[in-house]
């Protein structure tokens, strides 16, 4: 359809360039006594011999050749002041001639048929596909999709220029395609005889037999009738009679025809030459033949003058534009599928070799291979997915020594508000039962490891940190590690830190104790070119980014992980998001989730901590302005409103745009 298109828009400007481009053959001598036709056409079956005469062309300009075309399709030119043979093309040949040929499809057997299939198959595609999926649901949908707007981008701009593309250019569209209809079927000529109560064929010439011994008449003397008869004859075409038949056809365009398909008709007697009829175009052609000449003439862009013909290109350009704007997203979201099957993290069945409890609601879990393979590497701050339940999985940070593989330590925190994870694991999960867990990844990278760090953990969040530390303590690092807990019963891994290589450059407070962390003294402590990395309570981070900017450091000094985000106190309001894929627009209530409403539609967003912690479910905004409740994405993410987290984030607009 593409191709039917791009051809045809540059065929419908065939007759401003085609004399130029073709000036060697159509160009001849001026005379002021032309030699006699029949003298030009044995000149021209010497230049083409073995091949049957199918008709002669002449133009009434002069300075123009005589074209000869044989049944092969050959056009041979003719000076016709010195029968000089200006050079030879196929009727599809050339630029233009080769693009017309293959808009026909001549390339292949039955190709009117084919490009007819098609021309239908583009008719539906633009009535089922523009008009009933792509048409706006909502007037004011109507009024954005009428005018471009360049301020969107990407795919949200691609859209845009589809919807706009589409509702200026399917009239033109539907009328090529509706009008290409009876060039390609003869059946659907039939509406148009029934409507005019005539026929659609051309006139034909008179039955009648060529006289025994009768010679055909001279051309030349065919000609001079034609010139007496229609005077006013811009162009004409003159056919040999077929075998055995008296009859002869002329095809002219008069001066002053409202189009130039629009052709008379002339019928001399092959013998003498004598007038046998003439249909001129006005009186003697039948309202149904000039009904389908109307209608080729509107399909290939005869009438209407230049203003129609560059309407029409522009139409039939907009066709790749709209293929690639309208089938993109759909290649984008296969893509990404594709793309997300062959990036979903392998799985590891491993087994749980040893159960411990650490602290007050706290329980490590050793996992190493059932067949006692080592593991796959991972680096400080890594984590990995546990498969709790069907449907259920939980991220959870590594907390032994990255130099070890022949096993992974975890340690889960169980919480009062557990939505199955942490419960699952401490209730059900006991020494000797098999974990699907994923490959490590890493979201927390210890990377500046060149110059002092400062570590810093509360609570559970010395899982990361504690693998930090003993990947500093590796490789002789220069770094301090302050731990504090609300009790002594609550500090994970305390005798593991106090008995380690490390132990004098760690801090432990036991709030219960007397002892508490002071972030001031901390950062007066600290060298002011270290780089801080914190895990902890979201209070605990706040706190440390708070005294870090008090204290004069770069922003981008301070790393942090988050277990759990911060409670909201925002009000949800509804709002409304798009999907770009499809269009289809999708209500969003105060007391439901982003994600919640998408899976209601039948469309399921991964995710892991459902509060904006881990980013499983981060997804592109193309348009509108988010409310951002996670902790995954930086303040400079955030204002720029390109991704968010639907598992906890709303919308500030009343719409967004989702690259879904």
Same mark, same amino acid.
């Given at each position: 359809?593409?191709?039917?298109?791009?051809?045809?828009?540059?065929?419908?400007?065939?007759?401003?360039?085609?004399?130029?481009?073709?000036?060697?053959?159509?160009?001849?001598?001026?005379?002021?006594?032309? +030699?006699?036709?029949?003298?030009?056409?044995?000149?021209?079956?010497?230049?083409?011999?073995?091949?049957?005469?199918?008709?002669?062309?002449?133009?009434?300009?002069?300075?123009?050749?005589?074209?000869?075309?044989?049944?092969?399709?050959?056009?041979?030119?003719?000076?016709?002041?010195?029968?000089?043979?200006?050079?030879?093309?196929?009727?599809?040949?050339?630029?233009?001639?080769?693009?017309?040929?293959?808009? *026909?499809?001549?390339?292949?057997?039955?190709? *009117?048929?084919?490009?007819?299939?098609?021309?239908?198959?583009?008719?539906?595609?633009?009535?089922?596909?523009?008009?009933? +999926?792509?048409?706006?649901?909502?007037?004011?949908?109507?009024?954005?999709?009428?005018?471009?707007?360049?301020?969107?981008?990407?795919?949200?701009?691609?859209?845009?220029?589809?919807?706009?593309?589409?509702?200026?250019?399917?009239?033109?569209?539907?009328?090529?395609?509706?009008?290409? +209809?009876?060039?390609?079927?003869?059946?659907?000529?039939?509406?148009?005889?029934?409507?005019?109560?005539?026929?659609?064929?051309?006139?034909?010439?008179?039955?009648?037999?060529?006289?025994?011994?009768?010679?055909?008449?001279?051309?030349?003397?065919?000609?001079?009738?034609?010139?007496?008869?229609?005077?006013?004859?811009?162009?004409?075409?003159?056919?040999?009679?077929?075998?055995? #038949?008296?009859?002869?056809?002329?095809?002219?365009?008069?001066?002053?025809?409202?189009?130039?398909?629009?052709?008379?008709?002339?019928?001399?007697?092959?013998?003498?030459?004598?007038? @046998?009829?003439?249909?001129?175009?006005?009186?003697?052609?039948?309202?149904?033949?000039?009904?389908?000449?109307?209608?080729?003439?509107?399909?290939?862009?005869?009438?209407?003058?230049?203003?129609?013909?560059?309407?029409?290109?522009?139409?039939?350009?907009?066709?790749?534009?709209?293929?690639?704007?309208?089938?993109?997203?759909?290649?984008?979201?296969?893509?990404?599928?594709?793309?997300?099957?062959?990036?979903?993290?392998?799985?590891?069945?491993?087994?749980?070799?040893?159960?411990?409890?650490? !602290?007050?609601?706290?329980?490590?879990?050793?996992?190493?291979?059932?067949?006692?393979?080592?593991?796959? !590497?991972?680096?400080?701050?890594?984590?990995?997915?546990?498969?709790?339940?069907?449907?259920?999985?939980? #991220?959870?940070?590594?907390?032994?020594?990255?130099?070890?593989?022949? *096993?992974?330590?975890?340690?889960?925190?169980?919480?009062?508000?557990?939505?199955?994870?942490? #419960?699952? @694991?401490?209730?059900?999960?006991?020494?000797?039962?098999?974990?699907?867990?994923?490959?490590?990844?890493?979201?927390?990278?210890?990377?500046?490891?060149?110059?002092? &760090?400062?570590?810093?953990?509360?609570?559970?969040?010395?899982?990361?940190?504690?693998?930090?530390?003993?990947?500093?303590?590796?490789?002789?690092?220069?770094?301090?590690?302050?731990? $504090?807990?609300?009790? !002594?019963?609550?500090?994970?891994?305390?005798?593991?830190?106090?008995?380690?290589?490390?132990?004098?450059?760690?801090? +432990?407070?036991?709030?219960?104790?007397?002892?508490?962390?002071?972030?001031?003294?901390?950062?007066?402590?600290?060298?002011?070119?270290?780089?801080?990395?914190?895990?902890?309570?979201?209070?605990?981070?706040?706190?440390?980014?708070?005294?870090?900017?008090?204290?004069?450091?770069?922003?981008?000094?301070?790393? #942090?992980?988050?277990?759990?985000?911060?409670?909201?106190?925002?009000?949800?309001?509804?709002?409304?998001?798009?999907?770009?894929?499809?269009?289809?627009?999708?209500?969003?209530?105060?007391?439901? $989730?982003?994600?919640?409403?998408?899976?209601?539609?039948?469309?399921?967003?991964?995710?892991?901590?459902?509060?904006?912690?881990?980013?499983?479910?981060?997804?592109?905004?193309?348009?509108?302005? &988010?409310?951002?409740?996670?902790?995954?994405?930086?303040?400079?993410?955030?204002?720029?409103?390109?991704?968010?987290?639907?598992?906890?984030?709303?919308?500030?607009?009343?719409?967004?745009?989702?690259?879904?």
């Amino acid at each position: 359809m593409i191709f039917l298109a791009v051809t045809g828009g540059i065929v419908v400007m065939r007759g401003h360039f085609e004399d130029q481009l073709n000036a060697h053959l159509v160009r001849a001598s001026v005379c002021a006594s032309p +030699l006699p036709l029949d003298t030009q056409i044995a000149r021209a079956r010497n230049a083409h011999p073995g091949k049957g005469l199918d008709s002669i062309e002449l133009r009434a300009e002069a300075a123009t050749s005589t074209a000869v075309l044989f049944k092969d399709k050959t056009y041979v030119y003719v000076d016709p002041c010195t029968a000089k043979i200006l050079g030879q093309q196929n009727a599809y040949g050339g630029f233009f001639g080769t693009l017309d040929g293959w808009h *026909r499809f001549r390339f292949i057997h039955n190709g *009117r048929t084919i490009a007819g299939i098609l021309d239908l198959a583009f008719a539906l595609i633009l009535i089922v596909g523009g008009g009933i +999926l792509w048409w706006p649901r909502r007037p004011a949908d109507l009024k954005g999709a009428l005018v471009f707007n360049p301020r969107l981008k990407g795919l949200a701009g691609e859209l845009s220029l589809h919807k706009v593309i589409g509702i200026w250019a399917t009239a033109l569209l539907l009328l090529l395609t509706v009008t290409g +209809l009876p060039i390609a079927f003869d059946w659907a000529r039939l509406p148009l005889a029934w409507a005019t109560h005539s026929t659609t064929d051309a006139p034909k010439p008179p039955k009648m037999a060529m006289p025994k011994g009768a010679h055909m008449t001279s051309w030349q003397s065919l000609y001079d009738g034609v010139r007496t008869n229609m005077p006013d004859m811009t162009w004409m075409a003159i056919s040999p009679p077929k075998p055995g #038949q008296g009859a002869l056809k002329v095809e002219v365009i008069e001066r002053g025809a409202p189009h130039i398909e629009a052709k008379s008709y002339l019928f001399f007697a092959a013998a003498d030459g004598h007038l @046998l009829k003439a249909a001129p175009y006005a009186t003697g052609v039948s309202a149904g033949r000039k009904a389908y000449l109307y209608i080729l003439a509107l399909h290939s862009g005869l009438v209407g003058g230049i203003v129609y013909q560059l309407a029409l290109v522009i139409a039939c350009f907009c066709v790749p534009v709209q293929a690639y704007t309208g089938a993109n997203p759909y290649i984008r979201k296969w893509l990404r599928k594709k793309a997300a099957k062959a990036a979903a993290t392998p799985r590891l069945s491993l087994r749980v070799v040893n159960r411990r409890v650490e !602290a007050e609601d706290i329980v490590s879990f050793e996992l190493t291979a059932a067949d006692g393979r080592p593991l796959p !590497a991972f680096s400080a701050g890594s984590h990995i997915e546990v498969e709790i339940a069907q449907g259920l999985t939980r #991220q959870y940070s590594l907390c032994n020594d990255p130099r070890e593989t022949h *096993r992974y330590l975890i340690a889960v925190l169980k919480t009062p508000d557990s939505r199955g994870g942490s #419960q699952g @694991l401490h209730e059900r999960v006991q020494t000797g039962d098999i974990l699907n867990v994923s490959l490590p990844k890493n979201h927390f990278h210890l990377t500046h490891i060149e110059g002092p &760090v400062v570590l810093i953990a509360g609570g559970i969040g010395i899982t990361p940190i504690l693998c930090m530390a003993e990947r500093l303590d590796a490789i002789g690092a220069p770094f301090v590690l302050h731990y $504090t807990a609300r009790a !002594a019963g609550r500090m994970a891994f305390a005798e593991r830190i106090t008995s380690s290589g490390f132990a004098q450059a760690a801090h +432990l407070y036991r709030n219960d104790q007397g002892e508490h962390l002071d972030l001031d003294g901390v950062f007066a402590a600290a060298d002011p070119s270290s780089h801080v990395y914190v895990c902890g309570p979201a209070g605990l981070i706040e706190a440390v980014r708070d005294r870090a900017a008090a204290a004069g450091w770069p922003e981008d000094h301070i790393h #942090q992980e988050y277990f759990k985000a911060a409670v909201s106190d925002a009000v949800n309001l509804p709002f409304q998001v798009k999907l770009a894929s499809s269009g289809a627009v999708l209500d969003v209530a105060a007391d439901q $989730t982003l994600v919640a409403a998408l899976e209601q539609h039948g469309l399921r967003i991964p995710t892991s901590c459902s509060e904006g912690v881990c980013g499983a479910c981060l997804t592109q905004v193309l348009e509108g302005e &988010v409310d951002h409740r996670d902790v995954v994405l930086s303040p400079a993410e955030h204002a720029r409103h390109d991704q968010m987290t639907p598992c906890c984030s709303r919308a500030k607009s009343p719409l967004l745009v989702l690259d879904l």
